[in-house]
């Protein structure tokens, strides 16, 4: 089962904290929760700017998030994200370490730039929902992967 996932976060260049995150299945079924773990004092300005207003709850343990991820998932998926590298340690770090992944899944996410960049595909479409809402952001990158996949074939 394909997933796209983003997620919202706090980091200070040694740490990166779970604000939100947000998943589309490719049967359309959505998943968003935010942490209730996180420390949004820590926030930098521009996440009190862009990010904090956008959410909107349930506000859930890091624990219980996990187990809803894996849920949602099941034992096979295939992740995919927008510029992914921070969105999958976020991920990766609900279970531990990558070491303590759910049986069954990759230990590497896709990533839609490296698809992009690859087909020659300069602009992607825009997007239509809220910026910097990982679920909205989702929604886009499963939208905007199915773009790319149609201009690959039309070449």
């Keep these: 089962m394909k997933i796209w996932f983003d997620t919202e976060f706090i980091e200070d260049g040694k740490t990166i904290d779970l604000l939100s995150i947000g998943m589309v299945r490719e049967d359309g079924k959505t998943l968003y929760l935010e942490s209730a773990d996180c420390k949004r004092d820590m926030a930098s300005d521009w996440v ?5 207003p956008h959410l909107s709850g349930p506000i859930m343990s890091r624990s219980y998030i996990a187990s809803e991820v894996k849920k949602f998932a099941g034992n096979a998926p ?4 927008y510029y992914a ?3 999958w340690v976020v991920l990766c770090q609900l279970y531990g370490t990558m070491m303590d992944l759910p049986d069954g899944w990759p230990m590497f996410c896709r990533d839609l730039q490296q698809v992009r960049s690859e087909a020659g595909i300069v602009e992607l479409p ?3 929902g809220q910026e910097h809402n990982a679920l909205a ?7 905007a992967h199915e773009f790319c996949i149609l201009q690959k074939k039309a070449r």
């Design 137 to 143: 952001d989702a929604i886009w990158t499963k939208a």
């Design 126 to 128: 825009l997007m239509d």
């Design 85 to 87: 590298a921070y969105d």
């Design 78 to 81: 295939e992740f995919w994200a």
């Design 48 to 52: 009190k700017d862009n990010v904090i």
